[in-house]
């Protein structure tokens, strides 16, 4: 009789445990399926980033920070522009407006007036923000005809990103010696911490600026303007034959050229030098008439150019010793 009544305690202890396993294997199930499909949805998230980061032609906007990464570039940006214009010196009037209305600078003006042949220019150097550059050089087409143009950006980041690197474990290293001034015990700790700090100091302050400018350069991006009257003609060097003939004339010219300059040169020292010449010979030529002018040795009679001699039927002087007479003798 007890042991048909335990019969269906039994069963309810057997079904509640069945119930009690079956819910949990069912939130295991579910645990696992939601596991499973975050982990497929993250598969397929980080898949779908892949593709829109490897796809350009997907239209979809990259995810990856390139953009960002991009816009973290520093660039150097330089240029240089020939226009041509009807009044050179108005159109440099216009370009110096055109830069400060897109709030840059004039840094060099130089203008030459018309001179014969020679036609007027005029030659600026302009710093202009470096977002405003494309716009300023497309806006000189309203000043004249651009015939040149040649813009170049340089990138500066790994050069910006050491100088950075470079000044903060420099300004680490001024405040850690500044500490250890403050804590010398010394005279002579004191007098080395210091020669130390004004060293490592100097150094900091020549990358700062340094940095300085590398920034000014990024930010403002420099343009040479020249302006013209007329297109500058351009010149084809032939070759072969005629390129050589061509050459060895322009040599030729600018050999006499050089030999004419050099005459130039030395044309006032051979004047001086002739002149120099041709008084020593004039004094040398007086000196030998000099010379030939002496009064002649004594015994030889002295005549004047006056006295015309002694005459045919003229004795001679007394004073003159007789000839001395020789006798014949006979054999």
Known sequence: ?????????????????????????????????????????????TTADHATAT?????????????????????????????????????????????????????????????????????????????????????LDQVGTVEDLSVEAVDVTGTARDLDARTQALTTSVERLRELMGDATTTDDLLAAEQELTARQAELEALQAERATLTDQ?????????????????????????????????????????????????????????????????ALRRSRRAAGGAPPATGDPVRSDDDPGPGPGDEPSSSAPAAPVVAARGH
């Open 1 to 45: 009789m007890h042991s048909v009544r335990r019969i269906p305690a039994l069963v309810v202890v057997a079904a509640l445990g069945t119930a009690l396993l079956a819910g949990c294997t069912a939130d295991a199930g579910d645990a696992a399926s939601e596991s499973a499909g975050s982990a497929v949805a993250d598969d397929g998230g």
């Open 218 to 282: 990024v930010t403002m991006s420099t343009l040479h303007v020249t302006l013209v009257q007329q297109a500058p003609a351009e010149r084809l060097a032939p070759g072969g034959f005629l390129g050589g003939l061509s050459d060895g004339w322009d040599a030729l010219l600018a050999t006499f050229n050089g030999l004419v300059v050099v005459l130039g040169v030395l044309l006032p020292w051979l004047v001086v030098a002739a002149a120099v010449a041709l008084a020593v010979r004039w």
């Open 55 to 139: 796809d350009p032609g997907s239209g979809i906007a990259r995810r990856d920070g390139s953009t960002q990464a991009d816009a973290d570039r520093e660039i150097v940006t330089t240029g240089s522009a020939t226009v041509v214009t009807d009044d050179p010196t108005a159109a440099a009037d216009d370009v110096a407006d055109l830069t400060e209305s897109a709030g840059g600078r004039v840094e060099n003006r130089r203008q030459t007036r018309a001179d014969g042949d020679v036609p007027p220019s005029a030659e600026l150097t302009v710093r202009v923000p470096a977002d405003r550059t494309t716009a300023t050089v497309e806006a």
